[in-house]
């Protein structure tokens, strides 16, 4: 079982640069989401999703993007990186509806420089 | 607007101690859902509990345990006999029910207790 996968782990990019992180699950969820992990900050949510084609925003919206074309994929955009944008960035998703137990990636590191 | 506040930072303990880690939270909502989250030095977020704010009966999976009490507002969590496997950082979460029908809902996570269990 592959669980919640996240690409890329580890990301270097400069400012201004734009990129991609991938996040697919195996499972079935219709909940996923994308939190970002700072020092002292504890999880702050981004975005999520509790469907195919339905997004919503979290705490820290401002500078990422989402999209939920399949129930498998959710993938998080940056479009103008920023080095405030330097974090660890955890995907996670859960079957049913309701708050119930999330799954999440391993992570992906991004600085940006 | 829902919060969680997890009041101490960093705890070290030696290995065999009992050790609680607090958390405390707000809510307006009379339906929500509380959670332990374990992250240890590698990395990965591990589930350890969901609690509904309708069950205020305590519980217990081997050394853990935790106490849910209502008229404080907390949810802390106790472990037993310390080992150094139980090294990590430890988050609470709360998450209100939204009753959109959308099964829409937000989970806010503390900034997390780190536990150092030292041999």
């Known amino acids: 079982n592959a669980g919640v996968t996240q690409t890329p782990k580890f990301q270097v990019l400069k400012t201004g640069q734009s990129m991609t992180l991938q996040c697919a699950q195996d499972?079935?969820?219709?909940?996923m989401s994308w939190y970002r992990q700072d020092p002292g900050m504890g999880l702050r949510l981004i975005h999520y999703?509790?469907?195919?084609?339905?997004?919503d925003q979290g705490e820290v919206p401002n500078g990422y993007n989402v999209s939920r074309s399949t129930t498998e994929d959710f993938p998080l955009r940056l479009l103008s990186a920023a080095p405030s944008q330097t974090s660890v960035y955890f995907c996670?998703?859960?079957?049913?509806?309701?708050?119930?137990?999330?799954?999440f990636g391993e992570g992906s590191r991004l600085t940006v420089l | 607007a829902q919060k969680v506040t997890q009041a101490q930072t960093e705890i070290s303990v030696v290995e065999k101690e009992d050790v609680t880690l607090d958390c405390v939270y707000e809510?307006?909502?009379?339906?929500?859902?509380l959670f332990w989250y374990k992250q240890p030095p590698s990395g990965e977020l591990v589930f350890l509990i969901r609690r509904n704010s309708f069950d205020e009966q305590n519980e217990i999976s081997g050394r853990y345990s935790w106490n849910f009490q209502k008229s404080t507002s907390s949810f802390n969590f106790t472990i037993t006999a310390s080992q150094v496997v139980d090294s990590a950082v430890y988050f609470c979460a709360l998450s209100e029910e939204n009753y959109s029908g959308a099964g829409s809902y937000q989970l806010t996570f503390g900034k997390g207790t780190k536990l150092s269990v030292i041999p």
């Open positions: 499972m079935n969820h219709e909940y």
């Open positions: 999703s509790v469907g195919a084609g339905i997004t």
């Open positions: 809510t307006r909502d009379t339906t929500y859902y």
């Open positions: 996670a998703s859960s079957r049913g509806q309701g708050p119930r137990e999330l799954f």
